[in-house]
């Protein structure tokens, strides 16, 4: 059983960073592929980022690719979401997910859930 403790959320300006974390429980994170999700209100959960568990190849979704950067220290089985400039949109609950099998954009593909962490950007 793999679980999954987001940490990091809160209130910034535009223009500021956050730094999310999500620690690993039950399972070395370098076998997993990882993810970070957002979900606003109203609004389906949507892809941010992803990082593959054998090599650490990542990919990043348009809205947030040079301003968002997903990577991981194994040492620490904890997967980072880190932030910069900051845009009122990004407001969001985060959600971290860990991939079983592979890893992805796609929600299905990913077997386990963080509980989110609220991020919100004041402009």
């Known amino acids: 059983q793999v679980q999954l403790v987001e940490s990091g959320g809160g209130l910034v300006q535009a223009g500021g960073s956050l730094r999310l974390s999500c620690v690993v429980f039950g399972r070395a994170s370098s076998t997993l592929g990882m993810g970070w999700f957002r979900q606003s209100p109203g609004k389906e959960r949507e892809f941010v980022a992803t990082?593959?568990?054998?090599?650490?190849?990542?990919y990043h979704a348009a809205s947030v690719k040079g301003r968002f950067t997903i990577s991981r220290d194994n040492a620490k089985n904890t997967v980072y979401l880190q932030m910069n400039s900051l845009k009122p949109e990004d407001t969001a609950v985060y959600y971290c997910?860990?991939?079983?099998?592979?890893?992805?954009?796609?929600?299905?593909?990913?077997?386990?859930w963080g509980q989110g962490t609220q991020v919100t950007v004041s402009s």
């Open positions: 997910a860990a991939d079983l099998h592979g890893y992805g954009m796609e929600l299905g593909e990913y077997d386990y």
């Open positions: 990082i593959r568990g054998s090599d650490g190849v990542t």
